[in-house]
């Protein structure tokens, strides 16, 4: 599940506010795919390492046809991809072939470079979350690798359940890699008021999923990101419904300075086109895959066209 990101996105801009941040995100299509990108969006490029959200599915879940996203490569981030319901197969360069259902997590690192597809599989029905990391200067350009977590950690607080996707959380802790400080978790909440424990050195966002969802005073709508500056030891939540359901993400700022154009994230200009360049002319860094999905061709980038 790709997400291209069709604009040269720049500097990280941190929220300094103490009340949260609600910004609408942007509807668009992957793979037949209704989508609502909700990062990067204005004035926050990345959330700790977080750098990349988009809803996948409409909210009922009901999609017309199976996803059906083709070879393509990505550079220097984890794609973590988390469904809500239905089924989708995972391909990649590694060989690797992983079928995906709700509950499970793939953590796929991509390191100088790697390729993979993904095909709904499950009919009708489908929902999930494709979420990116950026990886540091210091394993970016390592090997690819990938990750398939059949059990996460399931925990509990007053009013709260929680799967952990990353991280920790309440005591839970994933045992998916982490190459910065970070957490991701998907939430759910009886009705009323509660809150969560929080690391006051991470910024963080919360992603409304389902339901009415009031975070530290201010609504959060599904298609949304509520966006809050480190120093927070707790976040008050109320959850108008019984169910209503969320990810938090956080993670220490990151400190460096990302760069994101179409399937790749890097530090440069002159880095992301040498990524374009190298997938147009089928280069080894980012392997094959066996199967009948057609490769994904990677657009022009705008700093090349001309007129
Ligand atoms: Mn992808």
């Known amino acids: 599940m790709s997400g291209p990101v069709s604009d040269e996105t720049g500097e990280v801009d941190a929220t300094a ?4 941040r609600v910004v609408t995100g942007r509807e668009t299509e992957v793979g037949g ?3 609502a990108r909700v990062l990067p969006t204005k004035g926050a490029r990345t959330v700790g390492p977080w750098c990349f959200v988009d809803l996948m599915g409409p909210e009922d879940g009901l999609v017309p046809d199976p996803m059906e996203v083709g070879p393509h490569p990505h550079t220097g981030l984890h794609t973590v991809t988390w469904l809500l319901e239905g089924e989708a197969l995972h391909r990649d360069s590694l060989g690797t072939v992983q079928p995906l ?4 997590l793939n953590l796929m690192t ?3 470079g790697i390729s ?4 709904g599989t499950s009919g009708e029905r489908f929902a999930g979350v494709q979420l990116w990391v950026a990886q540091p200067e210091a394993t970016r350009h390592d090997e690819p690798a990938f990750e398939h977590h059949g059990e996460l950690p399931q925990v509990e607080g007053d009013g709260v359940r929680a799967t952990v996707l990353v991280g920790e959380l309440l005591d839970g802790r994933s045992p998916a890699r982490a190459d910065t400080p970070m957490v991701g978790a998907d939430v759910t909440l009886e009705g009323g008021l509660t809150s969560l424990p929080l690391d006051p050195a991470f910024e963080h966002a919360v992603v409304p999923l389902r339901g009415e969802l009031v975070v530290d005073g201010t609504p959060a709508p599904r298609g949304a990101i509520a966006l809050l500056a480190p120093g927070r030891d707790e976040l008050p939540l109320d959850a108008l419904e019984d ?4 990810l938090l993400l956080g993670g220490a700022p990151f400190g460096e300075r990302v760069q994101m154009w179409w399937n790749f994230v890097g530090r440069s200009r002159e880095e992301l086109e040498s990524s374009w360049r ?3 002319d089928r280069h080894d860094r980012f392997g094959s895959i066996d199967g009948p999905m057609e490769r994904i061709e990677a657009p022009l980038p705008p700093w090349l066209r001309t007129g």
Do not use: C, T, V, Y
Not at 17 to 20: E, H, K, Q
């Open 110 to 112: 991509a390191g100088g």
């Open 116 to 119: 993979h597809s993904e095909l």
């Open 33 to 35: 795919m209704p989508i």
């Open 101 to 104: 259902r709700p509950g499970q």
């Open 17 to 20: 506010d103490a009340a949260p």
């Open 278 to 280: 190298d997938w147009a």
């Open 243 to 246: 169910g209503s359901r969320f």
